[in-house]
């Protein structure tokens, strides 16, 4: 007697599901099916069992529970093991050969609603349950969760395992990004498709997945760029990296700061960010802590810039900037990111966000700097490549380097670039900090060189420490150890 085949159809989308239940007949399957679906095979002559009367137990709490029930996961889970096949048989369990199933439309919903009910109803249980009993037994049970392969699976029906693998990770890969979906509503994030027209250059393709609550665009008829979102991404981070009352201004070139200020007014900040390298901020992302003013507003369309962000905006001062048309005005959420990705040739690699706020430890010299603007300036540190050094008078940006293979060569042109950008004004005190130790003294010895009164920022670690505590305190240098490695690569 050849063995019987069964299947189980449980879908929310109909689409083509009398052409898969009819051929599922032609092969001599027995349809199982639940409420809904039934209803729908019904009204198209389709002869199945309703899982209730094969189950005993009818659909509770308004069809929140249907398939949870042993009779229908152990026919998904059985194994062709004599022990499996002897336990289903003596439970009266039928086996389960293919899942025809698909998830409710949670993304769909959370885009057309906010109703917490509507939204709440739309996480999918049973279907999801169903799924990954099928994939762990997908060498007996095939799962098929898009109508789109319907076709497929009727030309060519799976035969082998390998064949029956590939509708497994489909399966996994469509529950995983539905699991994402609901995590990220519960945490208020809804991503959506931002288009970009390409990448980083012309010949790369790109896209970009956007939180839909962390910008609005408010002013600007051009879109944002590849680009543009990363420097932004740079520019906000430093912009609200700090519990401060002060005014913050940053201004970000090619991903990097060029410029940045702490100040008791908005516009003070800004004039300040711009006179660290005015050369380097046109085109730039510029980004502010605080509601934009008016009087900002009318210094920043002097100049040309790519991205204006902050807070908010004074409807004067976003008046103002409108005039400029190709001038991307963004209104940023504060935010309080994890997680950072990077996606690397065998895959991805996933870190802490480096939120962590440095401590300083007095190693030579007595530390007059104010809290705010330690982590102010180790904010901007942050968004300097490895090997990064930055110079900074009591409240501004004013030199950096950063991005190259030797810790001594971005100390030299850090200060090449303050002599060359500042070398008529008179810098009567400067902070330099360093994202990470110095392995040797002559990086110290370089600096002492300088004829500059310099306080020194740096972690320890090295095996050189002892040395450069002896040198710091023979030619009694203001140095002061970070707690933290800052690195970026």
Not at 200 to 221: C, M, T, Y
Not at 244 to 253: H, L, P
Not at 275 to 285: E, N, T, V
Not at 411 to 417: E, I, V
Request: hydrophobic share 35%; proline share 3%; with cysteine.
């Amino acid at each position: 007697m050849p063995k019987s085949k069964n299947a189980i159809i449980s879908v929310f989308d109909k689409t083509n599901l009398e052409l898969i239940a009819s051929f599922l007949l032609k092969k001599k399957f027995t349809i199982y099916s639940t409420g809904g679906t039934s209803k729908f095979l019904n009204r198209k002559k389709i002869p199945h069992i309703e899982i209730s009367n094969y189950t005993k137990q009818k659909e509770i709490l308004g069809g929140r529970v249907k398939t949870l029930h042993p009779k229908i996961f152990g026919g998904l889970l059985s194994t062709s093991s004599k022990k499996h096949q002897k336990e289903i048989e003596k439970e009266k369990i039928v086996n389960f050969d293919i899942l025809i199933v698909n998830l409710y439309p949670f993304e769909e919903t959370i885009k057309v609603t906010e109703k917490f009910e509507e939204i709440i109803e739309m996480i999918d249980i049973g279907g999801h349950s169903l799924i990954r009993a099928a994939v762990k037994n997908y060498r007996k049970t095939i799962p098929v969760v898009d109508p789109r392969d319907y076709n497929s699976l009727i030309n060519n029906f799976p035969k082998t395992d390998l064949a029956r693998k590939k509708y497994a990770i489909k399966a996994m890969q469509q529950i995983s990004e539905y699991d994402i979906a609901i995590s990220n509503w519960f945490q208020g994030i809804n991503t959506e498709q931002y288009e970009l027209r390409y990448g980083e250059n012309p010949q790369q393709k790109a896209v970009a997945l956007i939180n839909n609550n962390s910008f609005k665009q408010v002013g600007g008829q051009k879109a944002l760029s590849y680009n543009n979102l990363l420097d932004l991404d740079a520019a906000v981070n430093i912009a609200y990296g700090s519990n401060t009352k002060e005014n913050i201004c940053t201004i970000v070139k090619h991903n990097i700061p060029c410029g940045g200020s702490i100040k008791k007014t908005q516009k003070e900040s800004y004039i300040k960010a711009l006179a660290g390298d005015p050369i380097s901020a046109f085109g730039g992302i510029v980004a502010f802590n605080s509601k934009l003013s008016e009087p900002t507003a009318r210094l920043l369309i002097k100049n040309f810039y790519e991205v204006i962000a902050a807070p908010d905006f004074e409807k004067k001062a976003l008046d103002i900037l409108k005039t400029k048309k190709n001038l991307r005005v963004l209104k940023v959420k504060k935010f309080n990111n994890k997680v950072e990705q990077r996606s690397i040739f065998a895959g991805a690699l996933i870190q802490d966000t480096n939120n962590k706020k440095s401590s300083i430890k007095n190693i030579n010299g007595k530390n007059n700097l104010e809290k705010d603007k330690i982590d102010f300036f180790i904010s901007i540190l942050k968004y300097i490549k490895s090997n990064a050094i930055a110079l900074f008078d009591q409240d501004s940006l004013i030199s950096q380097s950063g991005g190259q293979t030797s810790r001594v060569d971005s100390l030299q042109n850090c200060f090449y670039k303050l002599k060359l950008k500042h070398k008529n004004k008179k810098i009567k005190k400067l902070f330099l900090f360093s994202d990470a130790f110095f392995p040797f003294t002559d990086s110290l010895n370089f600096i002492r060189r300088q004829n500059f009164n310099v306080d020194i920022f740096a972690p320890m670690g090295s095996q050189n420490d002892s040395k450069v505590r002896d040198y710091v305190k023979k030619n009694n240098l203001n140095f002061f150890k970070l707690s933290d490695r800052h690195f970026k690569h």
